[in-house]
């Protein structure tokens, strides 16, 4: 992760806490507390565009579309009649100009057990299944090939494994968990289901100094395109409401000044 300026957040704090006569402590687990639903709200699933369940459905479909790239589900008679034709795999040749220069693609017949293996060979770090064009004729080369390989399974082992991977839908958010726990911040079931275990939020305390520390543990957060970004946004999020309220308490107080003197 990246390292972030936090000038214009310790202002932002430091007026805050004066204006609104709030302790250093409180306003730094308010300000925590803000960051965290931020955080939340804007890392993958959810994005400024889609939020909540629109932004589950949206990660469901995404899931969908990579699974039928690298398998394809058919009836049990099918299967049988595949595997009496060819065996559980075979090869066959790319098809296109240059084919044998590349190689053959695989086709396999695989069990439920398998299919999670097939899918993370064909996944790239940030969890996608590599994107290649099969109609292409040019410019496709040797390690392009294992995207474009068939992974033949049951339309029920289909489902069993489609349903597992919906499963994991908010596990990135989820390394928020902890500190969402510990600060009362509200957030979606389906990134509240996965449990605080990914995360940590620890609080030190002294009578000269208070120090709240966030962490997100999930694995692969530091493949996630520009999550330092959202990270950005999150802490620039949490500066700008700190100002909003300052100004309203200082817009309430010369409401009040000028009702006293008048």
Same mark, same amino acid.
């Given at each position: 992760?990246?390292?972030f300026d ?7 704090m430091k007026t805050?806490?004066?204006?609104a006569?709030? +302790? ?6 308010q300000?925590?507390k803000?960051f965290?639903k931020?955080?939340i709200s804007s890392t ?9 369940k629109?932004?589950k459905?949206?990660a469901e ?7 039928l ?10 299967i ?5 034709l060819?065996?559980?795999?075979s ?6 100009k240059?084919?044998?220069a590349?190689?053959?693609i695989?086709?396999r017949i695989?069990?439920v057990?398998e299919?999670d293996a097939?899918?993370h060979?064909?996944r ?14 040019t410019?496709?080369r040797v390690?392009d090939?294992v ?5 033949l399974c049951?339309e029920a082992?289909f489902?069993t494994?489609l349903? +597992?991977?919906?499963a994991?839908v908010?596990i ?5 968990n902890? +500190?969402?726990e510990?600060l009362?911040?509200?957030r979606p ?9 990914r995360?940590?939020?620890?609080l030190?305390a002294s ?6 520390t966030l962490?997100?543990?999930v ?8 999550y330092?970004r959202r990270?950005?946004f999150?802490l620039k999020a949490?500066t700008?409401n700190?100002?909003?309220q300052?100004?309203a ?11 006293? +003197?008048?």
């Amino acid at each position: 992760m990246a390292d972030f300026d936090m000038t214009a957040l310790n202002a932002a704090m430091k007026t805050y806490g004066e204006v609104a006569k709030k +302790s250093t402590a409180a306003v730094i687990k308010q300000t925590a507390k803000s960051f965290t639903k931020y955080i939340i709200s804007s890392t993958p699933p959810n994005s400024k565009k889609s939020q909540g369940k629109k932004a589950k459905k949206s990660a469901e479909a995404a899931i969908l579309k990579d699974l039928l790239q690298i398998f394809k589900p058919l009836k049990p008679k099918q299967i049988a009649e595949v595997e009496s034709l060819q065996g559980k795999s075979s090869s066959q040749s790319f098809g296109h100009k240059g084919a044998a220069a590349l190689g053959n693609i695989q086709i396999r017949i695989l069990s439920v057990d398998e299919m999670d293996a097939w899918h993370h060979d064909r996944r790239g770090k940030n969890g996608r299944v590599f994107s290649v064009n099969r109609d292409a004729t040019t410019g496709l080369r040797v390690r392009d090939l294992v995207a474009l390989d068939i992974g033949l399974c049951t339309e029920a082992d289909f489902t069993t494994y489609l349903k +597992s991977r919906y499963a994991l839908v908010g596990i990135l958010a989820a390394g928020w968990n902890a +500190s969402a726990e510990a600060l009362k911040v509200a957030r979606p079931a389906w990134v509240k289901r996965h449990g605080p275990r990914r995360g940590s939020y620890t609080l030190a305390a002294s009578a000269d100094d208070t120090t709240i520390t966030l962490g997100n543990a999930v694995g692969f957060v530091d493949n996630v395109r520009a999550y330092d970004r959202r990270m950005a946004f999150a802490l620039k999020a949490s500066t700008s409401n700190l100002e909003r309220q300052t100004a309203a308490i200082l817009a309430k107080a010369a409401r009040l000044a000028n009702l006293t +003197s008048a």
